[in-house]
């Protein structure tokens, strides 16, 4: 089955720590992304890769990093500069090209207490 | 700037009709897609519209009128299982989705 994984789906730390938020895709898409979620808000872009090695940030990338070493995975670090790191992340892929759905996985809750 | 505006609950009873509204301003129109999303889990694609008019899929439909900003989904036959967020976005002139906070759509019995 293809599809998207994220890991772990609940994640806690303690604040001043560094996370790393697992994103894989076996859909061979070429375009991956993660954003953020809060109630009462859209979701918001961090970052986005549209080809193995090259990401852009998004609207809210501080606090944030990525990298893209392989084509399926797109994992995302939530720095201990972020100062409200505590939201629901969604990772989604989709194909090359400029207009296409997004597929996306089942998401991590990160608590930061 | 851009905005993307849409009710923020809705209730409905099952077995009836419900109409979401969204309305936006961006940078540009590629299109408008809509999701839905269950409490704690990933969105799913329901629609996409770039032109004018209805598209029709089974017991949803969206509609789209780039004049005016303004877009529908409306879901027939609501069951249980619709209880859900719907989310509206739209891809902008650099091919980026915005999103709206979202519907939260309760079906009662």
């Known amino acids: 089955d293809g599809g998207i994984t994220q890991s772990p789906k609940y994640l806690f730390r303690k604040e001043g720590q560094n996370v790393t938020l697992s994103c894989e895709q076996n859909l061979n898409h070429d375009a991956m992304y993660w954003y953020r979620q809060d109630p009462g808000q859209g979701l918001r872009l961090i970052y986005y890769s549209q080809i193995v090695n090259d990401f852009q940030k998004g609207d809210i990338a501080e606090g944030y990093s990525v990298s893209r070493e392989k084509k399926e995975s797109f994992p995302l670090t939530v720095t201990s500069a972020q100062k409200n790191p505590t939201a629901f992340y969604l990772c989604?892929?989709?194909?090359?090209?400029?207009?296409?759905?997004?597929?996306f996985g089942p998401g991590t809750r990160l608590t930061v207490l | 700037g851009q905005n993307i505006d849409q009710p923020t609950e809705m209730t409905a009873t099952e077995g009836a009709i419900v109409q979401i509204n969204c309305t936006y301003q961006?940078?540009?129109?590629?299109?408008l897609f809509w999701y839905q999303q269950h409490a704690g889990e990933a969105p799913t694609f329901l629609s996409y519209?770039?032109l004018d008019g209805l598209e029709e899929k089974g017991r949803f439909s969206s509609f789209l009128s780039r004049s005016k900003g303004y877009s529908y989904l409306l879901l027939k036959e609501l069951q249980m299982k619709d209880s859900a967020s719907y989310l509206c976005?739209?891809?902008?002139?650099?091919?980026?989705?915005?999103w709206g906070a979202g519907t939260k759509l309760i079906i009662k019995p």
């Open positions: 961006t940078s540009g129109f590629n299109g």
């Open positions: 976005a739209v891809m902008d002139s650099n091919y980026q989705l915005i």
């Open positions: 519209n770039v």
């Open positions: 989604a892929s989709s194909p090359a090209g400029e207009v296409n759905e997004q597929f």
